[in-house]
């Protein structure tokens, strides 16, 4: 907007006698040229850092990083730990789905019963911890269990792919497989998704573990024949991407379509 004045230092200058008229004293004096300069960096520089406090308090306060530890009232208090650690059942006997579909299923009454049916006389039938999954059985209506882990819309995720792949639950969900109540371990966070998608390799496992949450690669590596020509988890990864081009897209259409 100073250009029309020819040099700058000239616009100023004429900014300046246009105060010192106005009966402000000697403007230009007052304020070196440096110090303007310092002052403008300085009011960029509070910009910037507010900018940034903004962002990630934004970012950072967002309900779903701060989600980590929740773990809601359920109508029945299901154990993962009894059924998943001390029974073994494997993950997919009640979340059958996952393997094949972006959405991993809640079980329906109908398999609880497979145990818990007091007219085959099956274990603990009788409990009154078991009796909203009676009614339930009963009169055909869905338990109301409480999500855990929710994504806002806005987002699009897939267990299909990344179990396919050979991501384990565990490194989504943590140890579900000891947890009395299921509980909120990791973020969600967008970061969070990047972070593996850049550098997905200490991930990366034969497929036949991925339900197998306390499988450790250093002592039960030879599970697999994938793993036959391996001799590390470091090694399998690079041999994984080499063979199927595990190869994690970071591009912003991938999770939001
Ligand atoms: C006997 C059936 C059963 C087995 C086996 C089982 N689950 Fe579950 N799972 C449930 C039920 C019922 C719920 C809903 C209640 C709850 O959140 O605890 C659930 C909830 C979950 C959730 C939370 C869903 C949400 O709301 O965000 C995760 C994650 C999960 N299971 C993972 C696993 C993993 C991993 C395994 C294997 C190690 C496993 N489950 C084995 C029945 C089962
Ligand atoms: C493969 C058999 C099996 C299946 C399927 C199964 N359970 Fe269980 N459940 C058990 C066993 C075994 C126990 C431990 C009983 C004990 O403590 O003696 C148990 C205990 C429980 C208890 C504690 C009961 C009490 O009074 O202490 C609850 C609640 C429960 N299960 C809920 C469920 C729900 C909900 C489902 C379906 C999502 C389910 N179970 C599916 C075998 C099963
Ligand atoms: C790459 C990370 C990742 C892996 C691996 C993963 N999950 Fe999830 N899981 C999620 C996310 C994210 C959600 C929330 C999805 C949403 O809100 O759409 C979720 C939600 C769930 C739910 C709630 C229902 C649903 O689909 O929203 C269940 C049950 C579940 N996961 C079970 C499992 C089991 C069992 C495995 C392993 C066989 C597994 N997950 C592996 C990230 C993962
Ligand atoms: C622990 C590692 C890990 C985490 C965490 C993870 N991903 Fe992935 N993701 C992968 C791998 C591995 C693939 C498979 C890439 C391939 O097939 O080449 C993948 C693939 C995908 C794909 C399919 C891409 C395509 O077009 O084939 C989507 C969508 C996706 N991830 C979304 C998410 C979102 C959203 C999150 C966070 C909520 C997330 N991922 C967290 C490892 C991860
Ligand atoms: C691997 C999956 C993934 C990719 C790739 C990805 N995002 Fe996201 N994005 C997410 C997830 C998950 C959330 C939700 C975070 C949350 O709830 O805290 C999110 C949230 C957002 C938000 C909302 C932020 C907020 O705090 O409300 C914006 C904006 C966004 N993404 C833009 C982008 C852009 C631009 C790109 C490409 C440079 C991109 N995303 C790539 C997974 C992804």
Known sequence: MFSRFGHPRMAELLLFKDLEKKGYGNVSKLFPRNSRKIAATLFVGVLLFGGLVTAGVTYYATPKYTRVGYAPYQPVPFSH????????????????????????????????????????????????????????????????????????????????????????????HGRIDEMETVTHQEPLSMSWCLDCHRNPDPHLRPTETVTKLDWDPLKDWSVSALTQFTDSQKSFAAKLKEHSGV???????????
């Open 81 to 172: 730990k009894i059924h998943a650690g001390q029974l073994g059942l494997d993950c997919t006997y009640c979340h059958t789905n996952v393997f094949e579909s972006p959405h991993a299923n809640i079980p329906s009454p109908q398999v609880c019963m497979n145990c818990h049916d007091p007219m085959k006389g099956n274990i603990k039938g009788d409990s009154p911890l078991l009796a909203p999954v009676r009614d339930a059985y009963k009169t055909g209506q869905p338990l109301q269990w409480v999500r855990v882990h929710k994504l806002p819309d806005y987002v699009y995720f897939n267990h299909q792919v990344h179990v396919n792949r050979g991501v384990s639950c565990v490194s989504c």
């Open 247 to 257: 190869a994690p897209p970071t591009n912003c259409t991938t999770c939001h379509r």
